[in-house]
T-cell receptor
Framework: ETGVTQTPRHLVMGMTNKKSLKCEQH?????MYWYKQSAKKPLELMFV???????ENNSVPSRFSPECPNSSHLFLHLHTLQPEDSALYLC??????????????FGPGTRLTVL | GQNIDQPTEMTATEGAIVQINCTYQ??????LFWYQQHAGEAPTFLSY??LDGLEEKGRFSSFLSRSKGYSYLLLKELQMKDSASYLC??????????WGAGTKLIIKP
């Protein structure tokens, strides 16, 4: 396995379901990120973890709940979502440490559809 | 507020050259990134600029002018596989990455 992997690649869920997205990075990085990507909009940063500690939560609704058990794994737990939450959810990782050249590397994303 | 502006869509011909512009207004500046994203795939890193000037990487070059809050990505000898969205992003003074909405580049034979 190389780079950043995400599962599942596609997910269809009802508004009352509970599901989880998984991200794993094999780059030895210390920072991990969840983004939401909607059509024709900039990437929206949702959560940031540095060395397993959550350092950013950009006013994300509580129906999205992140979990970072170690530096290599990141989860996004979903419950009682709304149709407007349908989007591509991208995970990324970087070396961390707050330098300007801290390049983020992305997984392929999970295409989420909420019915 | 902070924002990144780039054209929504551009069309170019195979074999030609295209320049994708990006202007930014951010609270401080600590570097600018360009990413390529093919439809349904992950964004992939193309280039990083922190000092003024041109950075060349094969067919792709990226230019930065910090005084003008401006960057461009130059793609030469266009190939059909270059059809993708190109995302501009800036690290602000807090090292938050501010993203543009992306430019969809369509290459025609």
């Amino acid at each position: 396995e190389t780079g950043v992997t995400q599962t599942p690649r596609h997910l269809v869920m009802g508004m009352t379901n509970k599901k989880s997205l998984k991200c794993e990075q094999h780059l030895g990085h210390n920072a991990m990120y969840w983004y939401k990507q909607s059509a024709k909009k900039p990437l929206e940063l949702m959560f940031v973890y540095n060395f397993k500690e959550q350092t950013e939560n950009n006013s994300v609704p509580s129906r999205f709940s992140p979990e970072c058990p170690n530096s290599s794994h990141l989860f996004l737990h979903l419950h009682t979502l709304q149709p407007e939450d349908s989007a591509l959810y991208l995970c990324a990782s970087s070396q961390g440490g707050g330098s300007g050249a801290d390049t983020q590397y992305f997984g392929p994303g999970t295409r989420l559809t909420v019915l | 507020g902070q924002n990144i502006d780039q054209p929504t869509e551009m069309t170019a011909t195979e074999g030609a050259i295209v320049q994708i512009n990006c202007t930014y207004q951010t609270s401080g500046f600590n570097g600018l990134f360009w990413y390529q994203q093919h439809a349904g795939e992950a964004p992939t890193f193309l280039s990083y600029n922190v000092l003024d000037g041109l950075e060349e990487k094969g067919r792709f070059s990226s230019f930065l002018s910090r005084s003008k809050g401006y960057s461009y990505l130059l793609l030469k000898e266009l190939q059909m596989k270059d059809s993708a969205s190109y995302l501009c992003a800036v690290h602000n003074s807090n090292y938050q990455l501010i993203w543009g909405a992306g430019t969809k580049l369509i290459i025609k034979p």
